[in-house]
């Protein structure tokens, strides 16, 4: 069984800029979430994706946004990058109805803007 | 909206010690998960361990335990016997029951735990 794996482990980018990061969830999941993780902070939740569909939104703005792929793989992509956009972005997939629903968590993407 | 509280950014624990992390939560549902993740220096959030609501009986995960408080909505971790290992931020997190839509994790703002040899 393989775990959650996310692509790049690290990325440096500009302000103004466009960012993708992929995640493969867990073998058998079907939900994958995105969180975002400042300096010093816990994850913050920017959506959720359940079998292709969005099905959950943090309090993030549009230009956040994702997809889920038929093998439940995922993007997210930001445009128009700000500075406060640097931070860990986390990838969590999980089984509902199984385990409480627990999310498993990649090892994260970090991105710095500069 | 659920709120996680942890009031100790830092703790310290001698080798092989017992140590005790706070976490405390906010919510007006009656029905909701409890979980510790722990994050090493590696930076990948693995779980701890983890608690259903309606379950009275405190989980245990080997040396990780919870004193799970409903009443007082109260949910704190216990490491038996520290071992270096378990040098970490540790972060609570509430996630709702309720099923499509509602399956996001809140967390709190972590407790840096390092074990002293």
């Known amino acids: 069984e393989t775990g959650v794996t996310q692509s790049p482990t690290h990325l440096i980018k500009t302000r103004g800029q466009q960012v993708t990061l992929r995640c493969s969830s867990q073998?058998?999941?079907?939900?994958v979430s995105w969180y975002q993780q400042a300096l010093g902070q816990g994850p913050q939740f920017i959506f959720q994706?359940?079998?292709?569909?969005?099905?959950g939104r943090g309090n993030f703005p549009p230009r956040f946004s994702g997809l889920q792929f038929p093998n439940y793989s995922s993007e997210l992509n930001v445009n128009a990058l700000e500075l406060d956009d640097s931070a860990l972005y986390l990838c969590?997939?999980?089984?509902?109805?199984?385990?409480?629903?627990?999310?498993?968590f990649g090892p994260g993407t970090r991105l710095l803007v500069l | 909206a659920q709120t996680v509280t942890q009031s100790q950014p830092e703790m310290s624990v001698q080798e092989a010690e017992t140590v005790t992390l706070s976490c405390t939560y906010d919510?007006?549902?009656?029905?909701?998960?409890l979980f510790w993740y722990k994050q090493p220096p590696s930076r990948q959030m693995i779980l701890v361990i983890r608690q259903e609501a309606y379950k009275q009986q405190n989980a245990t995960e080997n040396r990780f335990s919870v004193n799970f408080q409903k009443a007082a909505k109260s949910f704190s971790l216990k490491i038996s016997d520290s071992q270096l290992g378990d040098a970490a931020m540790y972060f609570c997190a509430y996630r709702s029951a309720l099923s499509f839509g509602n399956e996001k994790l809140t967390f709190g703002t972590g407790t840096r735990l390092t074990i002293i040899p």
């Open positions: 994706y359940y079998r292709e569909e969005e099905n």
């Open positions: 073998s058998g999941h079907n939900t």
């Open positions: 919510t007006s549902e009656s029905d909701y998960y």
């Open positions: 969590a997939s999980s089984l509902p109805g199984s385990l409480q629903e627990t999310q498993y």
